[in-house]
T-cell receptor
Framework: GENVEQHPSTLSVQEGDSAVIKCTYSDSASNYFPWYKQELGKRPQLIIDIRSNVGEKKDQRIAVTLNKTAKHFSLHITETQPEDSAVYFCAASIEGENTDKLIFGTGTRLQVFP | GAVVSQHPSRVICKSGTSVKIECRSLDFQATTMFWYRQFPKQSLMLMATSNEGSKATYEQGVEKDKFLINHASLTLSTLTVTSAHPEDSSFYIC????????????FGPGTRLTVL
């Protein structure tokens, strides 16, 4: 079946450094790629998303790049802060039986040390 | 905008009982709602997709007779875990999507189910 791979599973950085998380997807028809931040016991929060008609999108310290040919997309966080510490999930849309649905990556636990 | 609520936030029940979880879109009409299950330190696994007024579509390996889904209105979907067992203990999260912002899903706060 369709799947989304995510790396690394854990990432530790010093405050102020950059963090990069990478995902690859298998369905060439996927056209929507959101990134979620989830804190322990809380709901996933959408932090940025990108659609297949663009290659890059930026929102302050967060950016996402998409390479449709290679079927991979990446999350870039610059100037990391301790409050960025959380689990991050990528996802890719796939066509379901009646409607599009999201397949999630396995998650990356980011720790930002002061 | 785009607020999704979920009740209860936490439930503890005895093995063999049934538990109902509600998912509501508070300020938009959700044509589609999704139900996910998340075990500790794991990703979100889609259980089923429901469209208002029609039967839910279940993912492979999810028992439709055990996890009953009802999407009776454009603002409410319910998940009933029937005859719950300890292995059903998990974090259940719903999400809702409108036609206006296609693809983007808005997540509820989740329900922590513990079956004793």
């Amino acid at each position: 079946g369709e799947n989304v791979e995510q790396h690394p599973s854990t990432l530790s950085v010093q405050e102020g450094d950059s963090a990069v998380i990478k995902c690859t997807y298998s369905d060439s028809a996927s056209n929507y790629f959101p990134w979620y931040k989830q804190e322990l016991g809380k709901r996933p929060q959408l932090i940025i998303d990108i659609r297949s008609n663009v290659g890059e999108k930026k929102d302050q310290r967060i950016a996402v790049t998409l390479n449709k040919t290679a079927k991979h997309f990446s999350l870039h966080i610059t100037e990391t802060q301790p409050e960025d510490s959380a689990v991050y999930f990528c996802a890719a849309s796939i066509e379901g039986e009646n409607t599009d649905k999201l397949i999630f990556g396995t998650g990356t636990r980011l720790q930002v040390f002061p | 905008g785009a607020v999704v609520s979920q009740h209860p936030s936490r439930v503890i029940c005895k093995s063999g009982t049934s538990v109902k979880i509600e998912c509501r879109s508070l300020d938009f009409q959700a044509t589609t709602m999704f139900w996910y299950r998340q075990f500790p330190k794991q990703s979100l696994m889609l259980m089923a997709t429901s469209n208002e007024g029609s039967k839910a579509t279940y993912e492979q390996g999810v028992e439709k007779d055990k996890f009953l889904i009802n999407h009776a209105s454009l603002t409410l979907s319910t998940l009933t875990v029937t005859s719950a067992h300890p292995e059903d203990s998990s974090f259940y999260i719903c999400s809702a999507r409108s036609e206006e912002v296609y693809n983007e899903q808005f997540f509820g706060p989740g329900t922590r189910l513990t079956v004793l």
